[in-house]
């Protein structure tokens, strides 16, 4: 649970550097994956190895699309961070969750901005659906 909403956090807070500054600082993000990793260790139900895997399975998934400069370097490693907080599987389904989200919110920031589109306002979204379905799963 803690590790959801921290993710949150810190995707919100990248969101909004992204918007103003166009560039996700790496001195948060550093200080993000310190928080991710203490937060982890803390946690006893922690699977260090999907961890791991969750942490570089967006180098793996977005190589392509950064060398076609479709995605920024800034939003692999906020989705870097985020894949060592929610693991493998917990990454797989946010990136999944992004990735349906990000057309049509492209679609609506193109017609009201002629501004580039900040992929990570559909990072924000993505992780926040998938947080609103595990707490649903949670309740029942």
């Not at 919100?12 to 200080?31: E, G, S």
């Not at 985020?82 to 920031?109: K, M, N, T």
Request: aromatic share 16%; proline share 3%; charged share 15%.
């Amino acid at each position: 649970m803690v590790n959801y909403i921290l993710s949150l956090v810190i995707a919100f807070i990248a969101m909004i550097m992204d918007i103003k500054f166009r560039k996700i600082n790496n001195t948060f993000l550093l200080i993000s994956l310190l928080l991710v990793i203490v937060f982890g260790l803390c946690n006893e139900n922690l699977n260090v190895f999907a961890s791991i895997l969750g942490m570089f399975a967006p180098l793996v998934v977005l190589f392509i699309p950064f060398c076609l400069k479709c995605v920024g370097a800034g939003d692999i490693k906020l989705l870097c961070v985020l894949g060592y907080a929610l693991g493998i599987y917990g990454i797989i389904d946010a990136f999944a969750l992004v990735s349906c989200l990000s057309i049509p919110e492209y679609i609506i920031y193109r017609f009201y901005s002629k501004k580039e589109y900040p992929f990570v306002v559909s990072i924000f979204s993505g992780l926040l659906v998938r947080f609103i379905c595990w707490m649903v799963k949670y309740e029942r």
